[in-house]
């Protein structure tokens, strides 16, 4: 019998049978199976280079034509005379698709631990972990440089080219593990450019802006968190995951632990009569050990925020990072010691790099507070005169 949508819609099964094979008379192999439940299969059956019978299903007869199946099935049978096995690399494929992308960061993540710093640690996990979670269900192997392309430009659109180029070199030096591992093949980063070349900010607020921009904070996360950058000189995501219990309320010190530090080294900074007061006065939420934020994690939607924020001020064309610098330019003219402005930072370079930072990085607690005292004294007396 030539197998044919007509006969195969034909066929039955013989009394007393719940199942029935039929093959084809024109290709040798290729065949249709009836179930008592009523299923109508095309397969196709072969021998492989080990002389074992295998049998697989083509599709469903209706959804699948005679056509198409019987090419499908001649397919398979010339790869098998060829010494290949046709359901051995179906089983191959499946396996392979089993494995996504996300399968692989935690590993790699324990494994990278050991050579990194806990700053770079942390920031590592946050980009494998969030910035690049569209990606963690798709097959490690179906990973191409077209989707890593399309999401870092998501990335730069959203969080800017900075976020993006360090978002690119994180996916890298994941995909150069796996390579390491043989779990991957290739790289997809390789060949992607990058979003856009980074430019050196020097940007610093003026006078007036400093005022409108105080002045748009509202009572609210987004706002306490613009002050504290301020007033602290810290870094955004240091604000922004700020735990209750790296704040000594009664010392006036807020104690950085070194996994949440960039150079990897703890930090105290000194809290300001202004800053103590933005944090007693922050709702403290039951059960949640963060200051900033409600989800898991420190404070998000900064775009957003940031957005607002700025048609309330009137001030654009600045980032949050350059509250650091604003703050640090205005300690300095206020008179404060570039050491102790590098201190204030946590910055271990200039004049506190080498074994004398080193051995003079905890003496310096007096002079980061009297010069944070006078910076947030500074800004007080500006944004009074504001009003």
């Known amino acids: 019998m030539r197998l044919t949508n007509q006969s195969a819609a034909a066929l039955q099964l013989p009394p007393g049978k719940d199942r029935l094979v039929v093959f084809d008379d024109d290709l040798p192999g290729f065949g249709l199976r009836i179930s008592g439940g009523g299923s109508r299969q095309w397969v ?44 051995a690399e179906r089983a191959k494929e499946r396996a392979r698709a089993a494995i996504t992308f996300g399968n692989g960061i935690e590993p790699y993540l324990t494994a990278v631990t050991p050579n990194l710093r806990p700053a770079s640690l942390s920031e590592a996990a946050r ?22 392309a399309a999401r870092l430009a998501e990335i730069a659109r ?10 690119r070199a994180a996916l890298s030096a994941h995909f150069a593990w796996l390579i390491g591992t043989g779990a991957a093949d290739m790289n997809p980063v390789v060949g992607v450019p990058k979003p856009a070349p980074e430019e050196r900010r020097a940007r610093v607020l003026a006078k007036d802006e400093i005022k409108a921009v105080l002045g748009a904070c509202r009572n609210d996360d987004f706002g306490r968190i613009v002050r504290l950058l301020l007033l ?34 703890p930090h105290d900074v000194p809290l300001s ?30 775009s957003r925020a940031k957005a607002a924020h700025d048609k309330r001020s009137g001030v654009t064309g600045w980032r949050l990072h350059d509250l650091r610098r604003t703050a640090a330019t205005g300690m300095a003219d206020l008179g404060v010691l570039p050491h102790i402005v590098e201190a204030v930072l946590n910055h271990v370079s200039g004049s506190r790099a080498g074994v004398a930072g080193i051995y003079n990085r905890a003496t310096y607690a007096t002079e980061k507070r009297a010069a944070l005292d006078m910076w947030a004294a500074h800004l007080s007396q500006m944004e009074g005169n504001a009003r």
């Open 232 to 265: 602290t000189g810290q870094r955004r995501d240091e604000v922004a995951g700020m735990a209750w219990a790296e704040i000594d309320l009664v010392g006036a010190v807020w104690k950085l632990p070194a996994d949440r530090v960039k150079n990897g080294l």
């Open 127 to 148: 980009y494998m972990r969030v910035v690049w979670k569209p990606l963690h269900r798709t097959p490690l192997h179906a990973i191409d440089r077209k989707q890593v």
């Open 273 to 302: 009569g202004s800053a103590l007061g933005l944090l007693t006065g922050a709702p403290h939420i039951e059960g949640r050990t963060l200051v900033f934020g409600q989800g898991e994690g420190g404070f998000q939607g900064f």
């Open 44 to 87: 196709v059956q072969y021998r492989n280079a080990l002389g074992q019978t295998k049998r697989e299903s083509l599709g469903r007869v209706g959804l699948l034509s005679a056509t198409d199946a019987r090419r499908a099935a001649s397919e398979r049978l010339a790869r098998a005379k060829l010494g290949e096995d046709p359901h």
């Open 158 to 167: 959203d969080a800017g080219p900075y976020a993006a180029n360090r978002a």
